[in-house]
C-alpha cells in the first residue's frame, strides 16, 4: 500500500469517430492510460469511455474483512477551445456491467453508481497482488449531457483508490477510563455503543440505549456540543452511521489530486478555492491556471478550509464521511461482547511510533519513506519533520512485509487514519452536521467555485476533525477521541493540519 494520486489522461476526438489516444501519465500507484471514445451509438446518443487501469496491493477477501479495494472512476469533458470541464454522466440500470453497457476487463468487476457520477472497478475473485486491467469500458450518456452527436470533445479519465468498507454493527466508543475526549459511550456506562442499524439514534440525555459522549468531558470549548448526560439530541435515520455499506477513499487527498481538481475549475473557480505556495517544507502548489502542479504530489493535502475540502468532494462525486463513519471504517465490525481495545488507535493497538525523531528518505518525492534503519513509525504525530503530512502510505512503504500496526491501517485496509491530516467528518455534535443526509456531490460546482450540495453544512460548525494530525499530541490520534469532534468555528480559515478524504455509499 503506496500512494494514491489522481490521474488524468488526455484525448481528443469527435463522438463520431473513435480516435486512438494521444498520451498516457502515470503515477506510482494508479494510473489510467490509452483513453479513447469508441462505439458511439447516435440513435441513443450515447458512446464508450475506453481505458487501461493499474494500481498496486489490490485486494479481494471472502474471510475475517470480507472487503476490497477499488478504484473510483469518473469523467470530465470539455468542448475545446472552451476550458470549462463538466462531468460526465455513465449509464445505470442496476449496476451490473451487463445490463449498464459496461465492458468488464479480465479479472475485474464493474459497478456504476447509480446517479451516473462515476463507478468502481475492482477484482472479481479473491486474491492480493497489484491490479492491471486493459480495455476497461464504461457506457457514457452524452446526449443527457447535452452534447450534439457531431461535437468534438476532449476527456479525462479520473481514477481514486478506495476500499469497500461492508455493512454489519459496530462499537463506537472504546469504555476508556483514562483518555476521555468526548468519547462515545453507551449512556453514561462508558462502555461502547453498539450500533446495529440506520435507525434514528437518542443522543445524551443520560438513559441507557442513548448515545452519550461522556458529557463532553475532554473537549475543548465543550459548551458548543449541544448534547450531554441532562439534554438529549436526536440524530435522524437519514444521518449515515456505518452500519450500511460505503466505500472509503484508501488514503487522504493528496496534493497532487488537489492540483488537477484546480486545473479542471475555471479561472474564477481555482482562484476561490487555491490556497498558495504557503510553506515550501510542507506544501507547495505552484503555477497558473490551468497548469497548477504540485512539487510533493503524494503527501497528504494541508492548507484547506472546509470550503476547499466540501468543493473538491462535490466535483469529485463524493461527499464527506461521518464521525460514526470514521470509526467504523478504523475499528471494523465485530459480533457483540467482542469489545474495543481501550485507548486503540486506527491499527487497533494501543502501540505508537513516530514523532520528532522520524528520519525521511526522499522528502517530496514519490518514493519518501521513513528510515527503517533509525526509527520505523506507524503515524505522523506531535510535530512529526518540519511541521508537515508525510507521502500517503509512506509507512506501509517502509517495511517489506508489514501488518497493520506497523503500516498504520485500519481492519480494512485505509491508510492513515490516525494522524498525518486531520479527518474532517461530518458530526453529531450540533443541528447544522447531524443534518446531513449522505447526499453525494453531482460534479458540478458554483460558478464561485463553491459547492452545492443542500444538505451539507455551510460553514465548519457541521463538521468535526477525527484522527488528529501532523502536529496533534498522540491521544487525539485515538479512534475514539472526539477532542475536536466538533470544530467550534464559523471562519473559512485554512488550517495546515486539516484535510480529509471522501466516502460514497456502496450500492
Known amino acids: 500500500m503506496k500512494t494514491s494520486l489522481l490521474q488524468n489522461i488526455k484525448k481528443t476526438a469527435s463522438l463520431i469517430i473513435a480516435l486512438a489516444t494521444i498520451g498516457t501519465v502515470s503515477a506510482n500507484n494508479i494510473a489510467v492510460s490509452n483513453s479513447s471514445i469508441v462505439n458511439q451509438n447516435t440513435t441513443g446518443h450515447y458512446t464508450h469511455v475506453k481505458f487501461d487501469i493499474s494500481w498496486e496491493n489490490s485486494w479481494r477477501t471472502s474471510t475475517h474483512e470480507k472487503n476490497w479495494d477499488a478504484a473510483y472512476v469518473f469523467v470530465k469533458y470539455r468542448i475545446p477551445p472552451m476550458n470549462t470541464w ?16 459496461n465492458t468488464e476487463p479480465t479479472g475485474a468487476t464493474i459497478n456504476a453508481a447509480s446517479d451516473g457520477k462515476g463507478a468502481f472497478i475492482y477484482k472479481s475473485a479473491d486474491g492480493i497482488g497489484n491490479a492491471n486491467y486493459t480495455g476497461a469500458q464504461l457506457r457514457w450518456n452524452y446526449g443527457v449531457d447535452g452534447l450534439n452527436d457531431e461535437d468534438s470533445v476532449e476527456i479525462c479519465v479520473f481514477a481514486i483508490e478506495m476500499v469497500y468498507v461492508p455493512q454489519g454493527a459496530f462499537y463506537a466508543g472504546d469504555g476508556s477510563v483514562t483518555t476521555v475526549q468526548g468519547n462515545f459511550e453507551d449512556g453514561v456506562s462508558g462502555n461502547p455503543f453498539y450500533v446495529t442499524s440506520e435507525n434514528q439514534i437518542t443522543l445524551g440525555g443520560g438513559g441507557a440505549g442513548s448515545l452519550g459522549n461522556n458529557n463532553r468531558t475532554g473537549m475543548p470549548a465543550a459548551t458548543n456540543e449541544d448534547f450531554h448526560d441532562g439534554l438529549s439530541k436526536t440524530l435522524p435515520a437519514a444521518f449515515p452511521k456505518g452500519f450500511n455499506a460505503f466505500y472509503c477513499m484508501k488514503y487522504e487527498i493528496t496534493q497532487g489530486q488537489y492540483a488537477d481538481f484546480l486545473n479542471k475549475l475555471n479561472l474564477t473557480q481555482a482562484t476561490a478555492r487555491y490556497m498558495g505556495s504557503y510553506n515550501t517544507n510542507a506544501q507547495s502548489i505552484t503555477g497558473t491556471h490551468p497548469n497548477f502542479a504540485a512539487d510533493a504530489p503524494d503527501r497528504a493535502l494541508m492548507q484547506v478550509n472546509y470550503d476547499d475540502f466540501l468543493t473538491y468532494l462535490d466535483w469529485s462525486g463524493l461527499r464527506p464521511m461521518t464521525e460514526l463513519e470514521y470509526e467504523k471504517a478504523s475499528r471494523g465490525s465485530r459480533g457483540i ?20 525523531a522520524y528520519v525521511i528518505t526522499n522528502p517530496g518525492l514519490p518514493n519518501e519513506t521513513v528510515n527503517a534503519a533509525t526509527t520505523v513509525g506507524n503515524a505522523a504525530y ?12 509512506t509507512f506501509a ?3 517489506a512485509t508489514p501488518n497493520r500496526v506497523e503500516a498504520g491501517a485500519t481492519y480494512y485496509g485505509i491508510m492513515e487514519m490516525s494522524g498525518n491530516a486531520g479527518e474532517l467528518a461530518m458530526s453529531v455534535g ?6 446531513f443526509t449522505g447526499d453525494h456531490g453531482d460534479g458540478e460546482v458554483t460558478a464561485a467555485g463553491s459547492y452545492d450540495v443542500i444538505s451539507w453544512p455551510t ?18 490520534l485515538r479512534t475514539s477521541s472526539r477532542s475536536y469532534g466538533h470544530f467550534y468555528t464559523t471562519n473559512a480559515t485554512r488550517y495546515g493540519y486539516i484535510s480529509g478524504r471522501g466516502v460514497r455509499t456502496a450500492q
Open 86 to 101: 463538466y462531468h460526465a454522466t455513465l449509464n445505470y440500470v442496476d449496476g451490473t456491467a451487463a445490463n449498464d453497457g
Open 337 to 356: 461482547g467482542f469489545l474495543p481495545t481501550p485507548d486503540e488507535y486506527a491499527w487497533g493497538d494501543v502501540s505508537i511510533k513516530g514523532g520528532p
Open 382 to 393: 506531535n510535530y512529526t519533520n518540519n511541521s508537515r503530512s508525510y507521502r500517503v502510505g
Open 397 to 399: 512503504a517502509s517495511i
Open 430 to 435: 450540533r443541528s447544522e452536521g447531524r443534518s
Open 459 to 476: 460553514s465548519f460548525w457541521g463538521l468535526g476533525i477525527r484522527g488528529g494530525g501532523y502536529n496533534s499530541p498522540n491521544s487525539q
